[in-house]
Structures are given as C-alpha cells and as structure tokens.
C-alpha cells in the first residue's frame, strides 16, 4: 500500500476508534486521541496552547467534532510541521483569525 494511502486509512481508523457511538468526537475525546496518539513533546505542547485549545473549540461550536472538523485539525498540525521543517508556510500560531 502507498505510504499516502496508508495515512489515509490511518486517520479514518483512529477517528472511528476515538469517536463515540454517534460517529463524533467531543473534546476530550480529540484531546485524549492526542495525548496518547502523538508522541512528539513539542508537537503536544502545541496542541495544548491556547491558541490551539480556542481553533479546537471553534472548530467542535456545537461541542462535538465530525470527520471533516477532525481532517482540518489533523492538516492544521501537518501544516505545523512542514512549516517547523522547511520554514515554508503558516505555523500553528501564525493564523491572523486567531
């Protein structure tokens, strides 16, 4: 299998792992996926800033977070780290719609 396809797969199984019977997440939910999901200290240091918890808490307004919502989060942390290895792009804290 492609390594693209691979990383496909591997988020919809983590999002149909974590989420509950209604095929949602809430936010504890995102935060405990990622807690035990990432093991990068800084990439977790990340996610628990405020600048991070507010894009969560936007993202989940009506308290629960659907697979597209979860898509962005997870492209919003990409985009973290491709910003932290090439020094292209926006980085998680970089975002003027804070």
Known sequence: M????DIIKSMVELYVEYSDTDGKLSKEELMT???????????KEKIKSK????????????G????????????F??????HKKTGKGKDCGDSSDD
Do not use: P, T, W
Not at 51 to 62: I, N, S, T, V
């Open 51 to 62: 600048k991070c918890e507010k894009k969560a808490d936007r993202m989940g307004r009506d």
């Open 33 to 43: 996926m990622m807690d035990k999901e990432i093991e990068c200290s800084e990439m």
């Open 64 to 75: 629960e977070i659907d697979f597209r919502e979860f898509s962005r989060c997870v492209s």
């Open 77 to 82: 942390l990409a985009n973290s780290c491709y």
């Open 2 to 5: 492609s390594r693209l396809q």
